[in-house]
């Protein structure tokens, strides 16, 4: 009796396990599907625009840094194109971005990228020097596109039909492509701004001002890849 007791204990927690795996596996399912229906929304504006012709999302990085270039992402993807995972390249890890880049880039029919100067920022300003930024972009896309679907803005001195979306890089799967696409090619530039220019912790803080980056900006002053029209209060 107590070895057939045994027995019964044994299957009842190899059971138990079983059954803590299978609501692992469960939940991991529901996580997918729930991924899937999350990227099928954001393809709307994809499939409303479609049949316009070549849609191509666009959206820059770097606005409010101390230093550095703003960047510009533009990215056309094939039609239905899933890429699991991709929002906001704000919302996401830099592992992720990282991943997501690979992907956008091997999956892409076409990807331009503008990269404004500091030099130029603080020649014209950092919303003209983003519109050059995006011109740039869009003007290395081959094909060209029929339409813009861009993340908030108009950009001037573009004759393509244009989009403007409201937080676009979390509501089309195009302008999140594009904004990963900026903010990894900046993030990477900032990391290699940090071996030659040490001291500002740019490989940490992309150029925003955070408190290291004030504190060497006030030691050592300012390096050749700040925009002096933004750092006038730290110096």
């Known amino acids: 009796m107590g070895t057939d007791l045994a027995l019964i204990q044994d299957w009842n927690f190899e059971a138990s396990v079983m059954t803590k795996k299978e609501e692992r596996e469960l939940k991991k399912q529901q996580k997918l599907e729930a991924e899937i229906e999350r990227i099928q929304g954001m393809l709307m ?3 409303e625009y479609g049949p316009l012709g070549i849609l191509c999302g666009i959206d820059e990085v770097g606005r409010g840094p101390l ?3 703003v960047v510009a992402g533009a990215v056309i993807l094939p039609k239905d194109c899933q890429i699991l ?3 906001d390249s704000k919302k996401l890890t830099a592992r992720r971005r990282e991943l997501l880049y690979d992907e956008i880039m091997e999956k892409a029919v076409a990807v331009g990228i503008g990269v404004i100067s500091q030099e130029v ?3 014209i300003n950092i919303l003209q020097a983003t519109y050059e930024a995006m011109r740039e972009a869009v003007g290395k896309l081959d094909p060209a596109p ?4 861009n993340d908030a803005v108009t950009i001037p001195g573009v004759e393509i039909r244009q989009v403007p979306i409201i937080k676009g890089d979390a509501k089309s799967i195009s302008i999140g492509a594009a904004s990963i696409i900026a903010k ?3 993030d990477r530039l900032m990391v290699e701004y940090d071996k030659v220019l040490p001291g500002y912790d740019f490989a940490s803080n992309k150029g925003y001002g955070t408190k290291k980056h004030i504190e060497g900006l006030k030691e050592l002053g300012p390096s050749p890849i700040h925009r002096r ?3 006038k209060k730290y110096i």
């Open 184 to 186: 990894v090619t900046r």
């Open 45 to 47: 504006y994809e499939r």
């Open 85 to 87: 995972y991709l929002n």
């Open 121 to 123: 920022i603080d020649d």
């Open 146 to 149: 029929d339409l813009l679907l």
């Open 229 to 231: 029209t933004f750092i």
């Open 67 to 69: 230093a550095g270039p």
